[in-house]
């Protein structure tokens, strides 16, 4: 079976310059992941229209989904749409249904800034959001989420059912060791077993242990069997604890 795989744009010039942290793709590198979706890139862009649409193009052919946080907002550099929109060669236009929603919530407040998020790729998908009452706006396999971390949060978890596949098990061995008193043992098991993912992150703030290992994979007996190779080939004062 294959691993369905995914790529995020984060689009801001406010990333980029560092005036804003990104914390988007990092929560939906952990959610899919959980999901059992293989993100394959991520990558920042600014808020220009060309870049967006060559981008989300490129994205679109290359993994099974994708996912654009930001730029979707009232004023003048929210471009996502625009940029989104160029990239399948459509039109923006203004929905009807979004814009309705927009109308009923605000009154006789509402004004064109206002109904700017009300604008959509002609053609694109209404995913409904019976919480936050506003659907999130998809078209072909292409998600746009909006820049604000809890909003995107939200947003995201109406939709992870659909992207749900078979899950990614994981061990974790914290050793006492660095990394190069244990690389042969990893290079052995990854050898031996090369659907196995294990991952080597050395810790230099603790003094409980040098190096987290992570042992990944969607057979959970191939997972077993690593983590089983790994605890005979360490030595008893180089484990600290598992997982």
Known sequence: MSIPT???????????????????SNFLAVELRKLGVELRR?????????????????????????????????THDDVTIAGVA??????VIQDEKL???????????????HLKMAEAPEGAVLLEDSQLGFPTVSIENVYI?????????????????????QP??????????????????????????PAVAIGSYPKMDTTDYSVKLTIECKDESVVQQAFDLLI????????????
């Open 168 to 193: 990614y098990h994981l061990r974790v061995i914290y050793s006492r060791h660095h990394e190069s008193q244990i690389a042969g043992f990893l290079n052995d098991v990854t050898a031996r077993l």
């Open 86 to 91: 160029a990239a399948f060669d459509r039109p």
């Open 6 to 24: 995914a790529g995020i744009i984060v689009i801001g010039n406010e990333i980029l310059s560092g005036k804003v942290l990104d914390a988007n």
């Open 232 to 243: 005979e080939m360490l030595p008893d004062e180089a484990i600290f604890a598992t997982e």
């Open 99 to 113: 814009a309705a929603s927009i109308r009923g919530y605000l009154g006789d407040r509402v004004n064109e800034h």
């Open 145 to 165: 989420l909006p820049g604000v971390p809890e909003i995107l949060r939200k947003k995201f978890a109406a939709l992870a059912d659909r992207f749900s596949s």
């Open 42 to 74: 991520v990558l920042t862009i600014p808020d220009e229209i060309d870049l967006i649409a060559a981008t989300v193009r490129e994205f679109h052919h290359a993994y099974d989904n994708v996912f654009t946080s930001g730029g979707i907002g009232p």
